[in-house]
């Protein structure tokens, strides 16, 4: 056991970074989850078929026949869109520790890459069913990808296995779900360990305090609280699932579409864009620059560093409650005025959807970010990392208003609704 724990930590780590506030633990949380959700998926795979006449049944018979089969199911679930939440929360973290500047900025892009296997496994595992629910939610989103430039209908087709979501689209999710994407994972997880442990451990900032820099041994100071914090994350999902049922609606029927036919909640965010910019904008133009932009900001040269630290420096904190708040409310008017207000493609007949509905509204949000970016750098005397923590909080909280207005706030015919 001793061995083994020494594996993935030093033999000893600094005093200071096992305070919980330096992490929350949930890195190792993460790690934990993708565990349980490899024993529950293989336990699953006992049973599941992947097949459009034998999923359903197979689910049912898990349910209602299988010894804690339900319990498993449940698991399975509730841990599956836990995980994507912890992900999240670990990248935030990461963040405003400014843990990305180099020797961890490689890390950090390793990190974006695992998010986006953790949401197509939750993806490919949401087909699973074969319920109306995950038929539909599956539709929507892939409908989505026939508006990427160029490759588009291509990798629509090639995701789908054909035209229309049916039995080869679920004998591919099922693959991806429970052997490509697992093993991809993995592999990537093992590196990023590596460049943990490489670069010295997690990020701490600089102290002069004798005791803080003190070295501790790792077992049992670090052990102690890993445990700690991994016994509470399973009582905490062993709760959820004995007390709420993983969801299952009627068997899939692809005749019979609900209204609304929602995307699944992460991606309701996305959704929340088609309808109000050109689909191109949306599905594309706007993730690629936010992701070129998440890429490439750990390659500016870092400025005076006080890394480690919370948001950090005061002004910081202080650029990341304003920069939340105006998103907040910028976003929330944003979306009932394209409701009711602004109709950019019955005010500009004249010219194609793309630019009136697309390039423009994109180059008027450019300007008002830009103009609130030069507001707050001359107001805060921000520097370079106190900037980029402005435009990365901006847009957060602009993606978590969308996301929930998708979730609660759309109704029959993705109405706006109270
Ligand atoms: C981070 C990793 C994973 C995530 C986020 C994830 C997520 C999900 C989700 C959301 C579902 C639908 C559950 C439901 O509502 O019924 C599902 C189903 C399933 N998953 Fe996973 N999964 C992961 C890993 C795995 C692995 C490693 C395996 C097997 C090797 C697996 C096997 C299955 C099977 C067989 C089902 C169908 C049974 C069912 O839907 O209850 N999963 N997964
Ligand atoms: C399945 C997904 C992931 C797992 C299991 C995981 C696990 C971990 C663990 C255990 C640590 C060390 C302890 C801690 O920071 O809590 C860590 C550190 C780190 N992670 Fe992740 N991580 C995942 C995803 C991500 C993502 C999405 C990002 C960012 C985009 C990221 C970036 C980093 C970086 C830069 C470090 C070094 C932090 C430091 O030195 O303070 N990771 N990760």
């Not at 399975?76 to 935030?92: A, E, K, N, Q």
């Not at 429970?178 to 590196?191: C, K, Y």
């Amino acid at each position: 056991m001793h061995s083994i724990v020494l594996l993935v930590h030093p033999e000893k780590v600094r005093a200071s970074s096992i305070d919980y506030r330096r992490t929350f633990g949930l890195g190792g949380m993460a790690l934990l989850l993708f565990v349980m959700q490899a024993i529950t998926g293989i336990l699953l795979r006992f049973v599941y078929e992947p097949t459009p006449v034998g999923a359903y049944d197979s689910i049912l018979f898990i349910k209602q026949e299988v010894v804690f089969g339900n319990l498993v199911r449940n698991i399975h679930h509730w841990s599956g869109m836990l995980i994507v939440v912890i992900v999240f929360l670990h990248l935030l973290r990461v963040f405003y520790t400014q843990a990305y500047y180099p020797p961890r900025r490689f890390n950090w892009a390793i990190g974006l890459i695992l998010l986006v296997i953790v949401i197509l496994l939750n993806f490919t595992g949401y087909l699973l069913p074969w319920d109306q629910l995950s038929y539909w939610a599956v539709t929507v989103s892939t409908n989505m990808l026939e508006y990427v430039p160029v490759i588009g209908g291509w990798l629509q087709r090639a995701i789908r296995g054909g035209e229309e979501v049916s039995g080869p689209t679920l004998l591919i999710f099922y693959n991806l779900h429970t052997g490509v994407l697992p093993l991809a994972l993995l592999i990537l997880l093992v590196f990023h360990f590596w460049k943990v442990r490489r670069a010295g451990g997690v990020i701490v900032p600089a102290s002069k305090s004798k005791k803080k820099n003190e070295m501790i041994p790792a077992i049992p100071h670090l052990l102690e609280r890993e445990v700690a914090a991994g016994l509470a994350l399973m009582a905490f999902v062993l709760l959820l699932s004995v007390f709420i049922n993983a969801p299952l609606l009627d068997r899939a029927d692809p005749a019979f579409s609900p209204n609304p036919v929602k995307a699944p909640w992460y991606f309701s965010g996305v959704q929340e864009l088609l309808l109000h910019f050109h689909p191109g904008i949306a599905v594309f133009g706007i993730p690629f620059l936010v992701a070129i932009w998440l890429f490439s900001f750990p390659y500016m040269k870092p400025e005076k560093r006080s890394a480690g630290v919370w948001f950090y420096s005061v002004k910081g904190r202080k650029i990341v409650v304003t920069a939340a708040v105006t998103s907040f409310f910028l976003t929330t008017a944003a979306v009932i005025c394209g409701e009711f207000l602004i109709d950019f493609r019955r005010w500009l007949p004249a010219l194609p959807e793309v630019v009136s509905n697309g390039i423009i509204p994109l180059i008027i949000w450019g300007i008002l970010l830009f103009a609130m970016g030069l507001f707050i750098k001359k107001r805060f005397h921000a520097g370079r990392t106190e900037m980029q923590l402005w435009i990365f909080t901006f847009l957060t909280i602009a993606y978590i208003v969308l996301m929930f207005t998708g979730i609660f706030f759309r109704g029959e015919g993705m109405a706006l609704q109270w």
